[in-house]
């Protein structure tokens, strides 16, 4: 997560975020196989704008146990830092843009495996498979988005928490298990299907949990309030999905068959929302044929998510949200 601020307390914010105590990154080996025999260990760097609207580079490249987010990065890409290196301000000349009369502020952001890092990318140590995005958009709004959809299934292959629950609704059994089928079948081991009245408190809070229900169902609605803290540029509202543009102003309404997936760090975890390491998706609709489209997109079309801060589905297709 990378921004720059307009005052000093957010300057300081970011520092005490970014702060590079690594030393000079080194060139990374893009070549299949180690000069001692060993198949190399690969991650993905991707590139993208706009909250995943375009992708700029995508590149795999090997890295060595002790290897950073930051020199993968350089590894790939031309990259332009400030404040001692722990301040990512451009990559391939493409460099924070700020207006003060417009209000327009626009920078880096990282993810790993869709999730927010609560360290900065000198300090994050990459592990063979990661999937490292980084994000250039528009922070007017919404200096902070927990998660994102674009590196699906990654975010449920950590095992840095107590495993996946999928919690449904009446109604969606048979698209949790097939939900589950799928994830399995993607590595994913430790994943249960539970009716969501019956979710332990426990799993709860330290679970990664996909939640398949509508606007009513007690823990969408809890999400759904929380829309803005989450940092949601999308949410329900009586039957319809309402999307905000990057400033947060109303961008659009979708009604009867229209779904939503987007996701967060889990809000129930103790630790809190930028400290969490399991996360919450969200996979509802306006209605019960809503829902089970945004079920059927993880199972059989989850490459339409790719890179994606979160997504709307209608009849017509996907569209990227904000």
Not at 19 to 34: G, K, L
Not at 87 to 115: L, P, Q, T
Not at 146 to 157: D, E, H, R, T
Request: with cysteine; proline share 3%.
């Amino acid at each position: 997560m990378f921004k720059k601020a307009g005052s000093l307390s957010l300057v300081l914010l970011a520092l005490v975020w970014l702060c590079n105590c690594a030393a000079q990154p080194t060139e990374i080996e893009n070549s299949q196989v180690t000069s001692s025999g060993h198949q190399a260990n690969r991650v993905t760097i991707a590139v993208t704008r706009d909250f995943g609207r375009e992708l700029v580079l995508q590149k795999e490249v090997e890295v060595q146990d002790d290897t950073s987010a930051l020199k993968a990065l350089m590894a790939v890409a031309s990259v332009e830092t400030k404040y001692g290196g722990g301040f990512v301000s451009a990559i391939n000349g493409i460099s924070s843009e700020y207006s003060v009369a417009g209000g327009k502020k626009r920078d880096w952001f990282f993810y790993v495996n869709g999730i927010a890092s609560k360290v900065g990318a000198s300090d994050f140590i990459l592990r063979p498979g990661d999937i490292e995005q980084w994000d250039f958009r528009d922070w007017s709004y919404h200096h902070f988005v927990p998660a994102i959809v674009g590196s699906y299934p990654k975010p449920f292959l950590s095992d840095y928490n107590a495993g996946t629950v999928i919690v449904y609704e009446d109604g969606f059994a048979s698209d949790a298990e097939a939900l589950r089928a799928s994830l399995k079948n993607e590595g994913v081991s430790r994943i249960s299907c539970l009716q969501y009245d019956r979710l332990p408190p426990e799993d709860k809070q330290m679970a990664n949990l996909i939640i398949i229900a509508g606007e009513e169902n007690d823990l969408i609605a809890e999400l759904n309030r929380m829309h803005k803290k989450l940092g949601f540029y999308a949410y329900l509202q009586t039957g319809r999905i309402v999307i905000l543009d990057a400033a947060g102003n109303p961008a659009g309404e979708y009604g009867a068959g229209s779904s939503l997936i987007q996701a967060t760090q889990n809000p129930w975890n103790p630790k809190g929302i930028g400290a969490a390491a399991n996360v919450v998706w969200m996979v509802t609709g306006t209605d019960a044929s809503g829902i089970k489209r945004a079920a059927d997109i993880l199972i059989n079309r989850a490459k339409e998510l790719r890179h994606a801060c979160a997504i709307v589905a209608t009849r017509d297709g996907v569209i990227k949200v904000p």
